[in-house]
């Protein structure tokens, strides 16, 4: 479809229609006569007629249009030969149009799950939760805007390609965090979009792959994605990772996970934002049990994630890594400077930690205000019921 | 494609400026200029008076209604603009990246309505 979109001159929406065309005939005429020898060439041929076809149709209708319809049929006859070599390439293409700068962040998304991914707008709409006519509406705008402002479908000169590469990676790990991040009730169709966050990381890791980044995003996807049986209990609440049946944690995506971990962290110097998480990922990964994790380990992985991505969040893990492994006054130093500091003050992880740290240490009635300052900022259920429960205790 | 790169800047910005900065500034402008003519990706362009020198005109009746100043007051003026014939639009945000109203205003680049000549 890219390749057709760009002939098209950016017109996603009529490569779009052409594709679905094809493969509409596709079905048909592939169970009469057999499945040709090129199958995405024959697709690709069958688009471009039926494209012009269209093409043609319209402008019979607009005169006003018919010079630039008969540009338009040049340009696809124009274009280059049906190498299915060319296909994968042109993916990656399109993933760099639907996560360019010049859309906004939430058109971005459902672009990319549209055209690269190819979900429908109804499944994007379940999978964000947002209205069908809200997503269908951003990629009417998102397309026209593709169209008109000339954002071009192909990879970005050498120069431009980093900070690109950076945008289209944020979008996949948001996709990513959409499935990740589901209670019980929504569990099968976001599990979908993990998937396919999944699937579409390994395809920009395929296509580039002397790039460390697009490596680690997957290696954490993979590791964190692992982890999905295991992390919801019985009643749909959450499973703390400490507290977790490592035996349902998905081995097979974990053995993909580590080689691709290894890569990410050695391709360049210093390691990236993404190679260093999904480094700190799979530590977890190797501990058969939470007591054998290498917390010493996690705690100087944060110290380097701190330097290439150095916010609040990433020093509150680090805290919370040096407090297992030098126990919870290291850990609350750290902590309480950042609270003091005051930039996370509405961030209920914060005070949560500090709880909990306060209550290793036998401090139950801080602990306890710690808890209940958490409990205000809490917003999903499970995170909810935890917290009350561990406030109960610290009160008892 | 054609663009239109409009710079908005905050006029007022101007007014302590030496004359020495002053034909610095300029000579960079110059240069940018210069430099997309060679490219051959600019067909034309235009700085503009400040603000306090322009007037607004609307129709009020079938009366042409007259007033001193913009339109609109912003935190930002219209200053300037070129007129750019390029590939796309990742080369257009090259070229507006590089003129020198970026680095303390706003470059809008706003794609030109083409419609076919009609026979």
Known sequence: ??????????????????????????????????????????????????????????????????????????????????????IPDERLGLMFACCHPALALEAQVPLTLRL?????????????????????QRLVRAKRKVRVSGIPIAEPAPEALPARLDAVLAVLYLVFNEGYAATAGEA???????AEAIRLARVVHLLLPDEPEPAGLLALMLLQHSRRAARVGEAGELVLLEAQDRSRWDSDAIAQALPLVDRALTLRR?????????????????????????????????????????????????????AMADGPAAGLALVDALANG????????????????????????EAAAAYARALELAANDPERRFLTARLEECRR | ???????????????????????????????????????????????????????????????????DGPFAETKEQLGGYYLLDVADLDEAIKWAHKCPGAKSGTIELRPIM???DTP
């Open chain 1, 116 to 136: 690269v991914g190819g979900l429908t707008v109804p499944e994007i709409a379940r999978a964000l939760l947002l209205p069908e006519a809200t997503v269908a």
């Open chain 1, 270 to 322: 210093p390691p990236g934002s993404y190679a260093l998480q999904a480094a700190i990922a799979a530590v977890h990964a190797r501990a058969a049990r939470a007591e054998a994790t290498d917390w010493r380990q996690i705690a100087l992985l944060y110290g380097e994630l701190a330097n290439v991505l150095p916010t609040p969040v990433v020093t509150l893990n680090r805290a919370v890594a040096i």
């Open chain 1, 188 to 194: 099968i169709v976001r599990e979908d979009l993990a």
């Open chain 2, 114 to 116: 083409e419609f076919p």
């Open chain 2, 1 to 67: 494609m054609r663009y239109m790169l409009l710079i908005y800047g905050d006029e007022s910005a101007y007014s302590n400026v030496s004359e020495a900065d002053q034909e610095a500034q300029l000579a960079k402008w110059f240069s940018y200029t210069e430099e997309m003519r060679n490219a051959g990706v600019s067909t034309g362009g235009d700085a503009l008076q400040p603000t306090a020198t322009a007037t607004s005109v609307r129709d009020n009746g079938g009366e042409p209604l007259v007033t």
């Open chain 1, 1 to 86: 479809m890219a390749i057709l979109a760009r002939g098209m001159g950016g017109d996603v929406d009529r490569a779009e229609e052409a594709v679905q065309d094809a493969y509409a005939v596709a079905l048909e005429r592939w169970a009469r006569d057999g499945v040709p020898s090129a199958p995405a060439a024959w697709i690709l041929t069958t688009a471009k007629r039926r494209a012009i076809d269209r093409l043609r149709r319209e402008a019979a209708l607009r005169d006003r249009q018919a010079l630039l319809t008969r540009e338009l049929e040049d340009a696809v006859r124009d274009l280059p030969g049906e190498e299915e070599e060319m």
């Open chain 1, 342 to 365: 005051g930039a996370l003050d509405d961030y209920h992880l914060l005070h949560a930690a500090r709880a909990d740290l306060l209550r290793r240490q036998g401090r139950r009635a």
